[in-house]
């Protein structure tokens, strides 16, 4: 699943374990074995059933005798760090209750009002252009920007988070790039500590759980992995869909036909959910080993023979796009609201894009965890730069402690030293001030 057969055509490869039963043996990166399974029944056998299969990679056995060579790509995603994602039962309670009780806390027309002056921002860098490419200049920078908001940064901890986490996905510099990430998480909650605001950060803070910093760290870090992803995939993936013949192009697609279209044919997430047996387990004729990775194929399970039906009709609910079970996306309101906020956005402030390439020719990104494109260059009549300003200077101000980059006061620490380099964030936090 790392070479480019897998990242041309990813369905070929699932059809092909299919033929083995409802899952069978893969190589996620070289040296890296794992059962994939492609059986929506089985996947949910496996993602509902926590007693038989952990979560938990220290249980991983061909890691723990040092056949996974350590510099394998695959162990950013897979390797166990203490969130919701690797752990099991009461500690997996407790993380996730303090996840799913922030995200209940979320405004949806609140965030709708988030979504829209990021959106507006980004089609003003390249609006005059009257070319760009969705995917980087605008899928991409969309969730950076708007975790920077709703996790309530100041602009120089806004800056350093895009950055960084830009550099990490990228896999550029990781080592820095890491290490700058949990120097400005901390940094963000020791201010949040002292000044606690309306923002994912504090409400994670004030969590009856009592999270310690380090664990708020590393579900903050989590939060934005777990969501910048499938977040640009999401919005990437349906505005090609409705560019496409398939789309406006021909049919007159709405959004969230294009939305459902994406979530069932290529989800955001294709294959993830790395469980460990606790014991060998048949999985209808195929032994999935103890303490060895069983992944979900998300994209597999909803392509299976059984589902056409509901496939066919776009049933919402039986997909697995958001996976199932104890560890299923907590984030699925708030995802979708910020998916269709962008959608909405971009195509009414530009309303003839059309894509510059055709679809035989778009780059896919490698790797085993998600089929997603590279770029999606487009085309559209120029138009000035001044979407933003307007959208400010007609929406109601915002209340002082709402408005981002708020807490100048609350950061001591940098008074006297140089002003940073300004960055997307800080530019984005003094449009927010107009
Ligand atoms: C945009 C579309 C999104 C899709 C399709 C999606 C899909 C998924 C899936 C399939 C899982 C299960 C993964 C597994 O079992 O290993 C998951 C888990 C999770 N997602 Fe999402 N997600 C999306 C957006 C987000 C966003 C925006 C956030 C947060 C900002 C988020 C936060 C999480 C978290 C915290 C988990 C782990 C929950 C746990 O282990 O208890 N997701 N998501």
């Known amino acids: 699943m790392f070479d480019g057969t897998f990242t041309a055509d990813p369905q070929q490869i699932y059809d092909r374990v299919r033929a083995h039963g ?40 061909a890691l723990n005798e040092g056949r996974v060579p350590l ?25 996730r209750q303090a996840v799913t009780a922030t995200f209940d806390r979320l405004n949806m027309t609140r965030l709708r009002r988030d979504v829209e002056p990021i959106a507006d921002f980004l089609i003003d860098q390249f609006s005059e252009r009257g070319r760009a490419d969705l995917i980087n ?15 309530g940064c100041p602009a120089d901890i806004g800056d350093s988070l895009t950055g960084s986490l830009g550099a ?40 009856p759980a009592g999270l310690t910093d380090e664990e708020l760290k590393d579900q903050l870090v989590m939060l934005m992995g777990a ?11 349906a505005l090609h869909l409705l560019l496409s013949k398939e789309g406006s192009g021909g049919s007159g697609m709405l ?10 044919h290529n989800p955001p997430i294709a294959n993830y959910a790395a469980h460990f047996p606790l014991r060998d387990v048949d999985l209808g004729g195929v032994i999935a080993e103890a303490n060895s990775p069983v992944v979900i194929s998300f994209a597999g399970a909803n392509s299976d023979p059984a589902l056409k039906e509901a496939r066919e009709s ?24 910020i998916a269709i906020t962008a959608i909405e956005r971009i195509l009414n402030a530009l309303p003839d894009l059309a894509l510059t390439v055709p679809d035989e020719q778009l780059q896919w990104r490698p790797g085993p965890f998600q089929h997603a494109l590279a770029a999606l260059p487009v085309r559209f009549s120029p138009t000035p730069a001044t979407r933003m300003v307007a959208a400010l200077q007609t929406a109601a101000p915002l209340p002082p402690a709402e408005q981002p ?30």
């Not at 959004?255 to 069932?264: Q, R, S």
């Not at 609910?317 to 699925?332: D, I, Q, R, V």
């Open 255 to 264: 959004i969230e036909e294009a939305i459902d279209h994406v979530l069932w």
């Open 168 to 207: 990490l996905f990228d896999g550029i510099d990781v080592q820095r790039a890491n290490a700058e990430l949990t120097a400005s998480l901390m940094r963000l909650i020791s201010i949040k500590r002292r000044q606690p605001a309306d923002d994912v950060t504090s409400w994670l803070i004030q969590h």
């Open 22 to 61: 409802p899952a069978g043996p893969v190589e996620l990166a070289p040296g890296v074995d794992a059962t994939l399974v492609v059986e929506h029944e089985t996947a949910l056998r496996v993602l509902q059933n926590p007693s038989l299969f952990a979560r938990d990679s220290r249980r991983w056995k």
């Open 405 to 434: 980059g708020a807490p100048a006061a609350a950061e001591p620490e940098r008074q006297g030293q140089p002003a940073p380099k300004r960055g997307f964030w800080s530019t984005l936090v003094d449009l927010f001030r107009v």
């Open 137 to 151: 200049d605008y899928a991409k920078m969309l969730p950076l920007l708007l975790f920077n908001k709703l996790f």
């Open 314 to 337: 776009h049933n919402k609910g039986a997909h697995l796009a958001w996976g199932a079970g104890p560890h299923s996306c907590p984030a699925k309101d708030p995802a979708l609201v």
């Open 227 to 237: 969501g910048f992803e499938p977040q640009r995939n999401l919005i990437g993936h």
């Open 71 to 95: 510099d394998s790509p695959i162990l950013a995603m897979m390797a166990y760090r203490p969130n919701c994602l690797f752990t099991d039962g009461a500690v997996h309670l407790r993380l």
